[in-house]
């Protein structure tokens, strides 16, 4: 995992975010703790998630199943109220996702706890619903409006980069040569901001996720992994 930081632009790249998928609990970690301490510090106002690799976040090579991570260990690092999700969710800064190629389970939920994303034309977006108990099905409603949601939830059809925006997922689509460019300078429009405004225009974000049910969405994570172990052991 590398940091760069400029212009209040902090990028954290990694090859990609598949490893969430994996419920490796040591990346996971390692991302939460590196956008808390990045959020905390008043040279940065954006932090900036990139994925190096051909895709953003690929389904990991073999079965998984979101019904048999370690639980106390998951619990904390995944669903937790401290953990990454609700970590990036509920940001002190802005956070962007740049997204390329196939964005699927754990970094689908990236996605949805990001301000921004800017995708390539080929990204494709794959619901994670079906198999990570931590997603957040109030924060996609929010963020795609409920019919939109449904859909992405229930039939678990992928999202092309251009549907992906109509939905709402994504705020721009840009060529993959492009992609880092665009991401970059989003990024750095957004830094212009004033560091208390920047601040202010999270604390109100964070006032509507909490009036609509998203950090106790995020909080029947363990109930919902515990109900696909009764249901699939």
Partial sequence: MEVSSAGGV???SVPGFAPLSRFD???????????????DDD?????????????????PDGPVSAASPPSPRWRRVFAGANGLYQS????????????????????????????????????LFGSPF??????????AALTMRLNRAKAWAVTDEPLGAVRAEEAGLVNDVVS????????????????AMPLDGMVMTTML?????????????????????????????
Avoid: I
């Fill in 10 to 12: 902090a990028t954290v």
């Fill in 25 to 39: 609990a040591d990346f996971a970690w390692e991302l939460r703790d590196t956008v808390v301490a990045l959020a």
């Fill in 43 to 59: 040279l940065v106002k954006v932090v900036l998630l990139r994925a190096t690799g051909a895709d953003f976040a690929p389904w």
């Fill in 88 to 123: 990036l969710c509920f940001a002190k800064k802005a956070v962007v996702t740049e997204v390329a190629g196939s964005c699927v389970g754990a970094g689908a939920m990236l996605v949805l706890c990001s301000h921004l994303t800017v995708a390539a034309d080929d990204a």
């Fill in 130 to 139: 079906a198999v990570l108990p931590e997603s957040n099905f109030v924060l």
């Fill in 176 to 191: 993959r040569a492009a992609l880092p460019e665009a991401a970059a300078r989003l990024a750095v429009d957004m830094a």
């Fill in 205 to 233: 974000r964070q006032a509507v996720l909490d009036a609509h049910g998203v950090g106790r969405e995020f909080d029947l994570a363990p109930h919902y992994a515990s109900g696909r172990r009764a249901v699939e052991g």
